[in-house]
């Protein structure tokens, strides 16, 4: 058959402006296809409920709302609709349930069914028995996490269409016993975002051609959310609304299979389950084998229709952050499907044969019709491996001989509830100690953090909280291999993600279970605040080192108060010892209700504020010290759109707004280049994607910003933007980017060079070498680094920070003359916190700075030479960024 069989009905393509010139495309079936169905002669035709046949058009994220709310007020016995969340810009989140009559009406008490079947330790067996005889398989279709994927969402809505219409055996035996849950669009804002954008630049006719502006976004496209997070990362740490809320419905139901439906190139055909290699150890032969049927299945379809597909060689389930994996952990099966994306209404292929937008929804359609009808052939096998996973994982701990996890919780309080709130998100049960206790040897105080092993969220637990999951052994084998032979490798993403390394918290194991008085921690992840001694006859001091003091100062300094921060630890006179950084609030420079308004700061934003009745300092500084300067009230500018890397730059703007509650003024590279940077204090230059900013800005724009850090401004540089710090005649960073270490000779200039006798093949291996190569790309581990704790910059952080380290930048440590290198990676033996990186990157790495601080003129410059903002979950790190924009403004000299 055909590749590219299905089509849009040519009476329709007349009736619209906007589409393609129809001698381009096929026409056959509507969409969607599948054999032998049968639709009810009453069912409302499509167009009614969406306003246009299905792959006649790209649906807005409103169009396919209204669809399903007209599916559900239509056929209400049949469908039922769920809105779970909220966009950040507002736009619903929802999902249909479609099943039987029986089934819909007695949605709720499946749902609780399954919520029991969940928690075998509170069944007996007779009653998970009766359970999974009772209740039916489930399904999760989600479309569209990346909004420039376009197919997915409108093959959701043609699946629920298909559903309601078919008569066929097929269609009934799958509804009798499988409830389908439909999330069509996971990220309505991106979707928005690419389809309002796609049809502003059509002219007389869709083109088809990889150079048209159809098929070339401009930045950022529609693939992440509003503040342009990769949300196929986010389902560790849980940092956007839109994954938060999933996971929390997910959780009310648990449903078996779960389909992350994507999109990938134009040209590669259809992707589905078995994933490839390597796959995360927690994940169980069980899962396995259902990916396999799922996916042999699929394949039966695809072949019958003559649809291509691949599976296995690339996206792997090693990584747990993505859609396609976090299921897995709670005892699902759940899988990734790629279909080739039109981009657009139809895209022309490499062999020159013309894909549609169209095609795309049946091929995604076809995929989960096939997938419901191995959940209802299976659906016993399905309820049945899920209780077991649960049951079994729950007493794995033991078989592991490991217990408990316990955190002491003796410094960054606010870091420690945020963790357990997430964690509890997650469906893991967190419990805080009521009393003092000891375990493993080691007293912990009231306040400890207890997380019990025997819970069904064990591999979850372990995957999310262990330093590194071991990859396979063979796999990695392949990859030193391919390394040897000048190959990428083939690791998808990062290696590490552990979260109490990524927040900076210690974490203890212990092969007991304390008995120790607890209550059990819920999902929120702030912290209560207060205010001790609130009639203080001086002030009030915020002891700085956690995200709570940090949102205190952002929401202070918008109120208009008037704070200062000390660069150095003190000692007051009431005994206590305050670190680097702390806030000082006086009655005198501030108005008369400061402790109302501190009262009110300290609880929305959690920090631990503290009335103190003098300013009298036993060590350090005092309050009137040149050592306690001002915290000005700021204004922050970023750089926005190309060259810089949208990731970058939305987590750079998310971390200060959203997670301190700090305005950021977003700056196009245009504007930049010759703007009046005088009502800015702080400027940050997000990493760049493709492109660089010698290009963006020019020299005109390198000018601009040398006199703003000359008049007092503050330059911060996030990952690789710090390379261009090094550019120009007048550069603004004098360390130097390393290559790879080589023995290398430098080429001979001349044609002909003097002979040699390779004695070895070892010999002739090395010179096969390149001469100053860039060292090999590291896929991305945890690194430890060393804090430099007598820097102003480094007020109130550990003596030891974890941070991502991805790619292959490394830079020599500025000199003793030119600069402080404040934060550096920790000695070889000691690098590696979490994941793998090759050997050669550990040694070269090992020693080098991750943030440097040089000053120029009234200004600095700060450069982290990795990214702090990483998909806003390495938390350890965001405080680091806070001090460069609050305190590196506070410790520039601008005159204002
Ligand atoms: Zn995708």
């Not at 008085?517 to 702030?526: A, H, S, Y």
């Amino acid at each position: 058959m055909r590749l590219f069989y299905t089509s849009l009905l040519t009476a329709s393509l007349a009736a619209l402006p906007c589409v393609a010139s129809a001698a381009d495309i096929s026409t056959a079936q509507p969409v969607p296809y599948f054999p032998q169905s049968d639709y009810r002669p009453d069912i409302s035709p499509v167009p009614e409920l969406l306003g246009h046949q299905f792959g006649e058009r790209i649906s807005e994220p409103a169009a396919i709302s209204r669809f399903f709310e007209q599916l559900a007020s239509r056929y209400p016995q049949q469908v039922k609709l769920v809105h779970y969340g909220k966009s950040w810009q507002g736009r619903p989140l929802f999902y249909a349930v479609i099943g039987s009559s029986s089934n819909i009406s007695q949605l709720a008490d499946i749902e609780a069914g399954m919520r029991k079947l969940a928690e075998p330790a509170s069944l007996s067996e007779p009653e998970a028995k009766q359970l999974i005889a009772s209740l039916p398989a489930s399904v999760w279709i989600a479309g569209s996490l990346h909004g420039n994927e376009i197919s997915p969402a409108d093959a959701a809505m043609a699946l629920a269409y298909h559903l309601l219409a078919d008569q066929s055996a097929l269609t009934q035996q799958i509804l009798s016993n499988t409830l389908v849950y439909i999330d069509p669009l996971q990220n309505p804002d991106g979707h928005h975002r690419f389809v309002s954008r796609y049809y502003a630049t059509v002219g007389l006719e869709h083109s088809p051609d990889r150079l048209s502006a159809e098929q070339n976004e401009p930045w950022p496209n529609g693939r992440t959310n509003h503040y342009l997070f990769d949300m196929n990362r986010d389902w560790i740490s849980l940092t956007q609304p839109e994954t938060a809320s999933r996971v929390k419905a997910l959780q009310q139901m648990y449903p078996l299979l779960f389909v992350d439906s994507h999109e990938m190139g134009g040209d590669m055909g259809y992707y589905f389950s078995p994933e490839a290699e390597p796959y995360n150890p927690h994940i169980q032969a069980s899962q396995r084998q259902v990916l396999n049927k799922v996916g042999q299945n699929n394949a039966k379809w695809f072949d019958e229709l003559g649809y291509h597909y691949f599976t296995r060689e690339i996206f792997d389930a090693f990584y747990p952050g993505y859609g396609a994996s976090w299921p897995l952990y709670y005892g699902s099966v759940s899988m990734t499907y790629e279909m080739a994306s039109a981009r657009g209404h139809h895209y022309r292929m490499q062999d020159g044969q013309i894909l549609t937008f169209a095609d795309g929804i049946q091929r995604n359609f076809v995929a989960f019709k096939a997938t419901l009808e191995t959940a209802s052939q299976q659906a016993s096998t399905l309820l049945q491996n899920f209780y077991q996973y649960r049951k079994t994982a729950a007493a794995q701990g033991e078989k592991d001989g490991l217990r408990s996890f316990i955190f002491a919780a003796e410094r960054d309080l606010a870091g420690h509830q945020k963790l357990m709130g997430v964690l509890t998100q997650h469906g893991i049960k967190v419990e805080q100690a009521q009393q003092a206790f000891r375990a493993c040897g080691k007293d912990y105080q009231a306040g400890s953090y207890l997380i019990r092993t025997n819970q069904p969220s064990y591999h979850l637990m372990r995957t999310l909280l262990d330093e590194t999951v071991p990859m396979d052994k063979a796999f990695l084998e392949k990859q030193e291999q391919r390394r040897a032979n000048n190959l990428p490798d083939q690791i998808y993403d990062v290696t590490a993600w552990s979260l109490p390394l990524m927040y900076n918290l210690e974490m203890q194991r212990c092969n007991q279970a304390p008995r120790v008085n607890t209550t059990v921690v819920g999902p929120d992840t702030l912290i209560a605040g207060s205010v001790s001694n609130p009639d203080a006859r001086y002030g009030f001091v915020v002891p700085w080192g956690d995200m709570a003091a940090a949102r205190f100062l952002s929401a202070a300094l918008q109120q208009g108060l008037t704070l200062r921060s000390s660069d150095l630890p003190f000692t007051h006179q009431n005994g206590q010892r305050y670190p680097a950084g702390t806030l000082v609030l006086s009655r005198a420079d501030n108005p008369a209700d400061l402790t109302s308004k501190v009262q009110q700061l300290a609880q929305q934003s959690g920090a631990l504020v503290q009335g103190l009745d003098n300013s009298w300092v036993t060590e350090g500084p005092n309050f009137g010290s040149f050592n306690v300067p001002a915290v000005p009230k700021i204004n922050v500018a970023m750089l926005w759109d190309e060259p810089t890397n949208p990731l970058s730059a939305g987590s750079a703007r998310f971390v200060l707004e959203r997670g301190i509650g700090y305005p950021v003024t977003a700056i196009r590279p245009a504007q930049l280049r010759s703007a009046d940077l005088s009502r800015y204090q702080v400027l940050i230059l997000p990493a760049t994607g493709a492109g660089s900013y010698q290009q963006a800005l020019g020299s005109v724009g390198s000018e601009n910003l040398r006199q703003f850090v000359q008049r007092g401004g503050v330059l911060i540089t996030l990952g690789n933007a710090t390379s261009y710090l090094l550019e120009g005649d007048k550069p603004l960073l004098s360390s130097k980017r390393e290559y790879q270490v080589s023995e290398q000779e430098k080429p001979a200039s001349e044609a002909r060079v003097p002979g040699r006798v390779l004695a070895e093949y070892r010999e002739f291996e090395q010179m096969l070498k390149p001469y100053q190569a860039d060292p090999d790309w590291v896929p991305g581990f945890i690194a430890n680094a060393v804090v430099d704790q007598n820097h102003w910059l480094t007020a109130g952080i550990a003596e030891q920070v974890r941070s991502l380290y991805v790619g292959n930048h490394i830079y020599q440590p500025l000199r003793i003359n030119d600069g402080r290198n404040v934060v550096n990676f920790a000695a070889p033996k000691d690098l590696l916190a979490g994941g793998f990186v090759w050997e050669e990157n550990r040694q070269q790495i090992a020693h080098k700075p991750l943030v440097m601080v040089q000053s120029h003129g009234r200004g600095q410059v700060i450069a982290f030479t990795q990214e702090p903002n990483f998909r806003a979950y390495v938390d350890g790190m965001h405080l680091l960024y806070i001090n460069a924009v609050f305190r590196g403004a506070a410790n520039a000299g601008a005159l204002r």
